[in-house]
């Protein structure tokens, strides 16, 4: 196989819209990329390899749209881009989620430059200067790559396994428990009290919490639950947990997984330190294993130090996704 990246041989690729024609040996390409990273983490579910359909629907919806381009090299396919149109924070924005896109990892350097310049013309043209990518945490490569073109990173997706529960808890004089119907009013002010936390520097992130009534059904939730930290009686922290019930093309879950949100976690900054957060996750990892889940998953954005130095001391980094943001003055 020839090496572009050693021979730079770009006018033997041509880059085409994608054609269902294509679709399996795309596939193809996304399983030997999916397999490597569940070879370098050892817990991944193997939902997207043993059901090929999941991926095969997934990119044949992008064909009608003509958002999906493939790269040939003597007509064999060797890369493959997909996106999506989405508005975010009111800006049009494109969105290249982990099942659009996989490239021969001989050349995938190349293969990406070409792919993304190819499309980033397509998307510019149509006032759409947002363009996020997710990636696999296993690929530094790809990694470099996008942030030479100028991408930064925005989140990070991580997983655990629920087989082991070695997490040493030391009370501290908090307790935990799981919230019920009577703790919402106090809960509903510790949430909004952490959307005003993520408007703050540096996460600057804008956050609207679900009303009332929404917390009270996701309270009540049989397939989930709200734990909570306690100061004697006073709620000073929360971690909510749920079961996936479905394959999310985005973050690589499945029905198998159990979810850190949509609450997330939150521990008010006074308390911080002293291993509530600790405590609160071993509640709702045991909980995950009560329900017979095989893994947990769990988002978190990187300009967020709390989550930055927490999270990674107990998950496994699967998916970063990066964001480039173009100026407005392009001709």
């Known amino acids: 196989m020839l090496e572009l990246e050693k021979f730079n041989d770009r006018h033997l690729l041509q880059i085409v819209p994608l054609q269902t024609s294509h679709i399996p040996e795309a ?15 050892g817990f991944l579910s193997s939902t997207w390899l ?12 992008h064909l009608e749209g003509k958002s999906s381009i493939v790269a040939l090299l003597h007509g064999t396919v060797v890369g493959f881009l997909t996106y999506d ?16 896109h996989a490239a021969e990892v001989a050349y995938q350097l190349t293969l990406y430059r070409l792919m993304y310049t190819y499309i980033s013309q397509r998307l510019v043209a149509q006032g759409c200067l947002n363009h996020f990518v997710t990636f696999f945490a296993s690929n530094p490569q790809l990694q470099t790559c996008l942030f030479e073109l100028g991408f930064g990173l925005y989140a990070v997706d991580a997983y655990r396994s629920l087989n082991t529960l070695s997490l040493e808890i030391h009370s501290n004089g908090f307790r935990i ?19 005003r936390y993520y408007a703050e520097p540096p996460l600057f992130l804008k956050r609207a919490s679900d009303s009332k009534a929404k917390l009270a059904e996701l309270v009540a ?14 709620v000073i922290g929360f971690l909510n947990i749920r079961w996936n019930h479905t394959e ?33 996750l071993a509640h709702a990892l ?24 927490f999270w990674p001391q107990y998950f496994t980094p699967v998916l970063y996704s990066v964001k480039r943001r173009l100026n407005n003055d392009l001709p």
Request: hydrophobic letters at 45%.
């Open 27 to 41: 596939q193809a390409l996304w399983n030997r990329q999916y397999v490597r990273m569940v070879e370098a983490c």
């Open 50 to 61: 043993d059901n090929p359909a999941l991926l095969s629907r997934f990119i044949e919806q």
């Open 85 to 100: 149109l989405f508005d975010f924070h009111a800006e049009p924005s494109a969105f290249f989620p982990i099942l659009g």
């Open 177 to 195: 428990r799981p919230a019920s119907l009577p703790d919402v009013e106090p809960l509903w002010a510790l949430v909004q009290e952490s959307d």
């Open 221 to 234: 939730a049989p397939d989930g639950a709200v734990f909570l930290a306690l100061q004697q009686e006073a």
């Open 248 to 280: 999310d093309v985005l973050t690589l879950s499945d029905r198998t997984t159990a979810c850190l949100d949509p609450l997330g976690a939150y521990i008010q900054p006074a308390y911080r330190g002293q291993g509530i957060g600790k405590a609160l």
């Open 286 to 309: 045991s909980w995950g294993r009560q329900q017979m889940l095989v893994q947990v998953h769990v988002d978190f954005e990187s300009a967020n130090p709390h989550a930055n130095q």
